[in-house]
């Protein structure tokens, strides 16, 4: 499965951006859905994801600004970020797991640079 991401850009301070995932397998053969963010000298952190069923998951730092969501019918995931800070400034990776015979399948797409100025 390889999972193509886009919308990573240059945006000032309180601007918004919209990130998209489109994998090459069905939205529905996936368990978890969602974006991880690495900035320099950090570690990955997972930023926001669908869980089992139609629960959200958002780091704290992002609540009330960033937004989640996913179309069956495109079969793709994204992450709108709104009112944008220098500190969300990072490589973002889409993610995505298959559970398939207890195993457990991860899937990671290039990394999309999101870069805020102040």
């Known amino acids: 499965v390889q999972l193509q991401a886009s919308g990573g850009g240059l945006v000032h301070t309180g601007g918004s951006l919209r990130l998209s995932c489109v994998p090459s397998?069905?939205?529905?053969?996936?368990?978890?859905m969602g974006w991880y963010r690495q900035a320099p000298g950090k570690q990955r952190e997972l930023v926001a994801a669908?869980?089992?069923?139609?629960?959200?998951y958002y780091l704290d730092s992002v609540k009330g600004r960033f937004i989640i969501s996913r179309d069956y019918g495109k079969n793709t995931w994204s992450l709108q970020m709104n009112s944008l800070k220098p500190e969300d400034t990072a490589v973002y990776y889409c993610?995505?797991?298959?559970?398939?015979?207890?195993?457990?399948?991860?899937?990671w797409g290039r990394g999309t640079e999101v870069t805020v100025s102040s």
């Open positions: 669908f869980a089992s069923g139609s629960d959200k």
């Open positions: 397998a069905s939205l529905h053969s996936f368990n978890v």
């Open positions: 993610y995505a797991d298959q559970r398939v015979s207890g195993n457990e399948f991860q899937f």
